[in-house]
């Protein structure tokens, strides 16, 4: 069922069911996580981001703070209280080793019973790996504000549910590294929802009949359709928003989408746009293998902090390799005249430099973006595990979905190609005790059990926006008839979660209509 025909007719052959880089990062308001790597270990920190690491690392961290600026405005409306307090229940540290069934560990979560009456059904918010989960999630935020916003028509009573490991459900442990983490992962999530359906269903004494139905953008978008596809009986239907389903280690796919959104007419992007990016990064990475003097050269233009810092090779590769500028196009804000937040405002300062050559122009938009300051482009050498979250997303690609994302040569990435790898991102995953060959494995696993690009479900929605860089590897042909998807055109990363008020596109509007009508045809279902 193909519900993306109806609001955004888009050329089939274009819409690819291979991999773009989420991801979740993931998608997934990335952001976002923490993708790791020894180019940019130094850069690993514990800043939530609100979906999957965007542009690896350095552009995930880099971005990070714009977008928690908007995202700080969009979720700061009135919470309804005393129903959204901040609870907790007591979960299972292993749900599937008995030796281990007095381990045990507490997890938040927060509920909004404003308008339930007792009959209507449950709208469960799915936390993922970033930020940090907070009363607005069940009244107004990035979330799932398509879920909050229906409420009050069909009389939801709405939970969220924060995941095993990040924010404050992280289970108490003197071990590090793998030890302490090994039982963060999606198999785990997903009982914890079982549980927690169970709880939810004791203190409400909702009846068995009670229709849940799951929602969630990027990793979390993943989490809601993984509890549909996993526990049928009790989750009715899920809406699963930007999330990237099959999973890939090399994911060359997601800074193919970035270069494509240069070109992206619909938000502001054009062809004479992309090739000053491309034909700009390649000149850079010739200039930066020629000599010192045009390396003292560059960083003299680029105003960066310590003159000599592209001396140090893996500083200079970690510059060029995730790009000299930020292209936001996970998070792509068309509204924002922010060349940091917006493509259409990144291509105007590029297209309005008047500069002599590609490069001087994307100097001119690097000192946009960084207002005037200097550029501190510094790799510290080590991460050490201290207990937090600041690993847990990490440690899930190592263990489960890959997600690197790299800028080869023959790429289509508009970045300085050949300076990011696989091995370079996957290097990480030795801190973890895993080699590539056993994350390979590991990814391999997690397509086999959750069925790829192509899961084999029912009553499970998967849109997608054609900006996101994770769509290539959402779920973009129907899987069956009851599985429908959809393409939201100049859509970034799951932009129709967000509150109403904030969405200035007109395709975004429409698409958080569909999904809406959508769930009512399935809450209408036995």
Partial sequence: MQLASVLHPLDRAEARSEIVGLRRGLPLEFRQALMASKLLTALLCATAIDALPQGGIRQALRDASQRKKHKLVAGAAKTHKPNAAERYLTQRLDHYDAS?????????????????????????????????????????????????????????????????????????????????????????????????????????????????????????????????????????????????????????????????????????????????????????????????????????????????????????????????????????DPASTDPGQSIGALCSVLLAANASSSVDALATLSARQHGGRCVDASLSRNFEDDGSDALSWPWQTCAEFGFYQTCEVGSQCPFARGYVSVADEISICSQFGLTRSMVEDNVAFSNQVYGGARPQGSRILFPNGDVDPWTGLGVLQSPAPTEPVMSVVGASHHAWTHPADTITQQTVRDAKKAIQSQVKQWLAVE
């Fill in 100 to 332: 281990l069934k007095n381990a045990s560990f507490q997890q938040r979560y927060f509920v909004n019973a404003t308008w339930f009456k007792g009959t209507g059904p449950v709208f469960l918010c799915v936390g993922g790996e970033g930020p940090a989960l907070d009363a607005s999630v069940v009244s107004r935020s990035v979330h799932c504000s398509d879920a909050t916003e229906l409420a009050p028509e069909v009389g939801a009573l709405i939970v969220a549910l924060e995941h095993r490991y990040y924010g404050k459900s992280i289970p108490p442990s003197s071990e590090r590294g793998a030890q302490r983490l090994r039982h963060l992962t999606s198999h785990q999530a997903v009982a914890d929802i079982a549980v927690f359906h169970k709880h939810i269903s004791g203190e409400f004494k909702l009846p068995s009949t009670t229709k849940w139905i799951a929602f969630g953008g990027s990793y979390p978008g993943m989490m809601a359709g993984f509890s549909r596809l996993r526990l049928p009986h009790l989750i009715h239907a899920a809406v699963s928003s930007s999330a990237p389903w099959h999973a890939k280690v090399d994911m060359t796919e997601y800074n193919d989408r970035v270069g494509a959104a240069l070109a992206n007419g619909a938000v502001g992007g054009s062809e004479q746009c992309q090739k000053i990016v491309v034909d700009g990064h390649a000149k850079i990475k010739s200039l930066l293998e020629s000599s010192r003097l045009q390396r003292m050269a560059l960083a003299k233009l680029f105003n960066f902090c310590n003159p000599l810092a592209l001396e140090n090779e893996r500083t200079r590769r970690a510059w060029a390799g995730y790009g000299v500028v930020s292209v936001p196009a996970q998070s792509n």
